[in-house]
């Protein structure tokens, strides 16, 4: 290998690097935390995907959520977004609240029809320059691809009834590990509870 070409490989090795580094940076900025998905016979302006911030100084504007179905949604601007804020996002019509101050924020899309497919479904979170921000399949999804480090066998979390979700409780694997399904938290740490062999009630939060 000649000097000219050892500096293309090496040139080559750090866009890698610089584009793996950058990808991974951007995945942790926000996942996909929790999704109520069971609306059936219920409202489905209930239905939601929640995300949650994991860092400061995050704009989600101009980002897009998609159930890779040919329905792509941009998010608009939240204020006052902050490290551990919760956005829920309702595909159903309803009064947003774009204001995180709180530690939380809601948006309404005003979607004349569901998005997330009963019984199963794939999200997909991207940021405004389009690169893959996070990834869930739930309850089997419905034939759409994986992305990501999801596998294709993974099938992803279920919501064991109507009145409860499916949401992260622990470190976001890019798999159903660490999903269980519990009543729903919108805006708020997810709940793991439990009742312990002397019938104390147990709660595990995930989240502040």
Known sequence: ???????LVVISLLLYIFLIHKASAISSNVIISEVYYSTIGIDLDLEYVELQI???NVDISG???STLDGDVETL???SNLGKYDYVSIHPGS?????DASDGSAVIYL???SEMLDFPGDEIVLYD???QLVDFIRYNGGNGDGVLGGWSAGDNGPSADTSLESVQIHGPDEDSSDNWISA???EGNPNIFEFIAADSTDIWIKNGL
């Open 1 to 7: 290998m000649n000097k000219k070409s050892r500096i």
């Open 54 to 56: 994991l860092q400061d």
């Open 63 to 65: 980002w897009n959520i």
């Open 76 to 78: 608009p601007f939240v």
């Open 94 to 98: 309803g009064t947003s609240d774009l």
């Open 110 to 112: 005003g979607r004349g």
């Open 128 to 130: 405004d320059a389009g």
């Open 183 to 185: 009543p729903t938290s």
